[in-house]
Antibody, heavy 121, light 110 residues
Framework: QVQLQESGPGLVKPSDTLSLTCGVS?????????WGWIRQPPGKGLEWIGY???????HYSPSLKSRVTMSVDTSQNQFSLKLYSVTAVDTAVYYC??????????????WGQGTLVTVSS | QSALTQPPSVSGSPGQSVTISCTGT?????????VSWFQQPPGTAPKLMIY???NRPSGVPDRFSGSKSGNTASLIISGLQAEDEADYYC??????????FGGGTKLTVL
């Protein structure tokens, strides 16, 4: 069974960098799948941030592309998110997820439980 | 890319059917087999209910089905049950190799 678990600070100061890691168990990250991040501000909808392949190839949301970097650590079977220059609007529950791209398109099939990150001084 | 368009809310009585629409463009929803649907009860992570427009993952009841016409996809829930009350989100793969979500629809079981 594929399981994903987010970890990282729950509080980040404005203008700092938000850093999260997603540990994957039950499945090798070195596969044909893509590994991504989605966020959900309190009381609002889902926003796709981006995803990365174990090869290092990545695609990001156009609205966040200038502030986002993702990376993969195959030795630890985990992947990471960095979001730079955060403000209060970046406060959200951040989910990591597996994306299946083995068919004609891509879709998210497994989600982590999510972690709340608050941006505040 | 713009978020896909969903109605903010829908409702139905137990046993009835409801349909949730998801409208995009030819660059996302209108493309081949690009739409998926998620169920999110309060305080929980989303759960995949439909992928590639019409496919159900193992364990999802056959009361849940999907369809598409042009740039609009639909999630149909038949035989509505109290446990179906949740937020529902559509998502689409895009021609830019990204993903985009709808704004979400709150389903109320009366």
């Amino acid at each position: 069974q594929v399981q994903l678990q987010e970890s990282g600070p729950g509080l980040v100061k404005p203008s700092d960098t938000l850093s999260l890691t997603c540990g994957v168990s039950g499945f090798s990250i070195s596969s044909a799948n893509w590994w991504g991040w989605i966020r959900q501000p309190p009381g609002k909808g889902l926003e796709w941030i981006g995803y990365i392949h174990y090869s290092g190839s990545a695609h990001y949301s156009p609205s966040l592309k200038s502030r986002v970097t993702m990376s993969v650590d195959t030795s630890q079977n985990q992947f990471s998110l960095k979001l730079y220059s955060v403000t209060a609007v970046d406060t959200a529950v951040y989910y990591c997820a597996r994306t299946d791209c083995s068919g004609p398109s891509c879709y998210i099939d497994y989600w982590g439980q999510g972690t709340l990150v608050t941006v505040s001084s | 890319q713009s978020a896909l368009t969903q109605p903010p809310s829908v409702s139905g009585s137990p046993g009835q059917s409801v349909t949730i629409s998801c409208t995009g463009t030819s660059s996302d929803v209108g493309g081949y087999n690009r739409v998926s649907w998620f169920q999110q009860p309060p305080g929980t992570a989303p759960k995949l209910m439909i992928y590639e427009v019409t496919n159900r993952p193992s364990g999802v009841p056959d009361r849940f089905s999907g369809s598409k016409s042009g740039n609009t996809a639909s999630l149909i829930i038949s035989g509505l049950q109290a446990e179906d009350e949740a937020d529902y989100y559509c998502s689409s793969y895009t021609s830019s190799r990204t993903l985009v979500f709808g704004g979400g629809t709150k389903l109320t079981v009366l």
